[in-house]
């Protein structure tokens, strides 16, 4: 069984902050699953796990707040004795602008605390994970960049980021699947070099918002508005059915 853990804060305060993209990815598989509504809460987390695509996945939402995380995830795996190669977390990153994935086999926990609550308590970092691009903090000069980082994963994702942020959500999603069917090193060579189509056409990033005007010449929609991305079959934001 292949293990998903997706890193985030409990509470309605920190729900849908950039903070808790990895729950956000975890919700949008189990939207796919069908396992929605079925999660069990234990030793510190929320998991559900079953059969789908062929693959037989747990998806894991730590419960401890960020920075205490990794006592959720060796909890897990002591458990269901998983090795670290069958684990993938997945996390925000703020070096990353919104609309970026990057799958790694190993590496350091950087200025993340839930990887570095991870790696402690696991003593390893040698387990994949998958990082989210949110967006680079403004910076403010009363406050230094790390006021600025903490204020700016603790937000939420603005209007504007909302048609990006789906397609990021699907995107991370499918990226999740590939890694638990073809491991790390197939999934990040097409996934790491991904890049959400409203990211790439620059002023045509919000073309989902602005609706089907901006985007007819580069998505061709249908007569009710559905138009095909490199994530799947998606409908336009505000657009109008014709008679």
Do not use: C
């Not at 509470?11 to 990815?25: A, E, I, L, P, S």
């Not at 991870?118 to 680079?136: D, N, P, Q």
């Not at 960049?145 to 048609?163: C, I, N, W, Y």
């Amino acid at each position: 069984m292949k293990i998903v853990v997706g890193l985030g804060n409990p509470g309605q305060q920190y729900d849908r902050t950039r903070h808790n993209v990895g729950w956000m990815v975890l919700d949008r598989l189990a939207e796919r699953a069908g396992w929605t509504g079925h999660a069990r809460a234990r030793d510190a987390a929320a998991t559900v796990h079953g059969r789908y695509a062929g693959l037989d996945l747990m998806l894991v939402k730590p419960t401890t707040y960020m920075n205490l995380s990794g006592v959720a995830v060796r909890k897990v795996l002591a458990r269901q004795r998983a090795p670290l190669e069958d684990v993938l977390v997945v996390v925000d990153d703020f070096a990353l602008p919104l609309g970026r994935l990057r799958l790694r086999e190993r590496g350091s926990a950087g200025s993340h605390n839930g990887l570095r609550s991870i790696i402690g308590e696991l003593g390893s970092e040698r387990f994949a994970r998958l990082r989210v691009g949110i967006g680079l903090p403004e910076m403010r000069v009363e406050g230094g960049m790390a006021r600025a980082a903490r204020d700016h994963v603790l937000s939420r994702f603005q209007p504007t980021e909302q048609a990006l942020l789906e397609e990021v959500l699907d995107a991370a999603a499918e990226a999740v699947e590939e890694w638990a069917r073809d491991g790390v090193s197939r999934a990040a060579n097409r996934w790491n070099s991904w890049q959400a189509a409203a990211h790439e056409t620059g002023p045509a990033a919000a073309a989902d918002e602005a609706g089907p005007a901006a985007a007819a010449d580069e998505a061709a929609p249908d007569e009710q508005g559905i138009v095909r991305r490199r994530t799947g079959w998606r409908k336009l934001l505000g657009w109008q059915e014709r008679e």
